[in-house]
């Protein structure tokens, strides 16, 4: 699907045509995305939101509109509830500074999961010691699933709010938020889903989930580095502090004290990527053009073969085998009982042109219960091929042959 639009892709690695499986920690950038980055420097280079001249005016236009394109892929409400952040980790920590200071009080307590993404994880834990409340863990069943009949044994009265991944950025596993929304909600317990890895390949829709906050980050789904969302319902937004001061967050400053600006400007202090924004609405636009039901459904397809063709090959354990997965599947290899290092099989797929990750994935609690040093993981985009995987599963029978 359209791997030429993708020029990184025709690039060869140790000599050998690159094979890009590494998709989970940030995918490669269509031309089209590129050009409207260059074009949007060129072009309408100014400062937006407070200029009268026409290039400041064109700037915030674009900008706008990439907020309102991100509403309409989330399925948001409206563009008010869409805030501009760095990525997913820097809206977590806005949304835990914030939230914190207005609902979180000594004792209170926070839910997390056992396989969270560090990111979703320490700014909890940080304002849990800042406010001295407690992290609650959730724990995970026989299939690495959240184990969501042990919810209501967690929640007590002093839950203040739970925060969860969609998928698994280690396991690919989808995670049944659907059952956690409704527990918290019949609780009163606003939820937090960390859409990481499902906004890339998922038709999300925000309302229909009915989450109080979702985060995302844009280089995972085609878009530039440095820019990431975060959704939260509008009564929510409203009711939480600004988590950072500055410029274009205010309304009047005085040094007695200042007003804030509304939705969603209250929660972008200073300039913001304006470039960024514009590139990742160009993004999504691409993503549209091909048509976001058909990437979704071929990476799906991909994902399974992908499982399909390491199970096949002797000494390869996959995690969560069988249990439906977006986008990522992890595995290690065993020769008997000794666990090839994941480091070492995956520095000998680099070696072959195959780029995968190795280790903890940033989701180190879930590592230790699993009871190893890590895991390898292969991860899909829209530009990838079964070929691709057919080279994957080549490398690795290679890789094992050499570490026997
Ligand atoms: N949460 C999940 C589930 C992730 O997979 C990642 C990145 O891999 C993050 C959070 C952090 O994203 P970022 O590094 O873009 O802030």
Same mark, same amino acid.
């Given at each position: 699907m359209n791997r030429e639009d993708f020029p990184i892709l025709q690039d060869t690695v140790h000599g050998r045509a690159l094979v890009y499986l590494d998709n989970a920690a940030t995918t490669q950038r269509p031309l089209f995305m590129l050009n409207a980055m260059t074009d949007a420097y060129l072009h309408y280079n100014a400062n937006i939101h407070? $200029? /009268?001249?026409h290039l400041s005016q064109v700037a915030t236009q674009r900008h706008e509109q990439a907020r309102q394109k991100v509403a309409d892929f989330l399925g948001a409400? #409206?563009?008010?509830?869409i805030i501009f952040t760095k990525g997913t980790t820097d809206s977590i920590n806005m949304l835990a500074f914030s939230f914190g200071e207005a609902f979180v009080r000594e004792g209170d307590e926070i839910i997390v999961s056992q396989l969270e993404h560090h990111s979703n994880i320490v700014p909890w834990q940080m304002l849990c010691q800042r406010k001295k409340a407690q992290l609650r863990v959730l724990p995970l069943d026989a299939n690495l699933? !959240?184990? +969501? #009949?042990r919810l209501e044994d967690i929640i +007590?009265?002093? +839950?203040?709010l739970i925060s969860v991944a969609? /998928?698994?950025?280690?396991?690919g596993t989808v995670q049944p938020i659907h059952d956690i929304i409704r527990i918290a909600h019949s609780h009163h317990i606003p939820v937090c889903i960390d859409g990481a890895q499902s906004a890339p390949h998922h038709m999300v829709n925000v309302q229909e989930l009915d989450c109080d906050f979702f985060v995302c980050s844009a280089h995972k789904m085609y878009g530039p580095t440095g820019l990431g969302i975060l959704y939260g319902k509008e009564q929510w937004l409203n009711l939480l502090p600004p988590a950072q001061g500055g $410029?274009?967050? !205010?309304?009047h400053v005085r040094f007695e004290q200042t007003t804030y600006n509304q939705l969603?400007?209250?929660?972008?202090? $200073? +300039?913001?990527d304006f470039i960024g924004s514009c590139a990742f609405g160009a993004a999504l636009q691409y993503m549209d053009h091909i048509g976001r039901q058909d990437i979704y459904a071929y990476e799906d397809e991909l994902t399974r073969y992908l499982e399909q063709q390491l199970s096949t090959i002797d000494g390869v354990y996959v995690y969560a085998h069988g249990i439906e997965k977006t986008g990522a599947v992890s595995f290690n290899v065993f020769q008997g009982d000794r666990l090839l290092h994941p480091f070492d099989v995956g520095t000998l797929l680099d070696q072959q042109g195959v780029a995968v990750r190795t280790g903890h994935h940033c989701a180190e609690p879930l590592i230790d219960y699993l009871q190893v040093p890590g895991t390898i993981r292969a991860s899909v985009a829209m530009y990838n091929t079964k070929k691709d995987i057919d080279r994957l599963t080549c490398a690795l029978q290679r890789a094992i042959q050499m570490l026997a």
């Open positions: 407070r $200029g /009268v001249h409400q #409206s563009a008010k509830e699933l !959240i184990d +969501t #009949s +007590t009265p002093r +839950t203040r969609h /998928v698994s950025n280690v396991l $410029g274009e967050m !205010i309304e969603p400007y209250k929660f972008e202090a $200073g +300039t913001p």
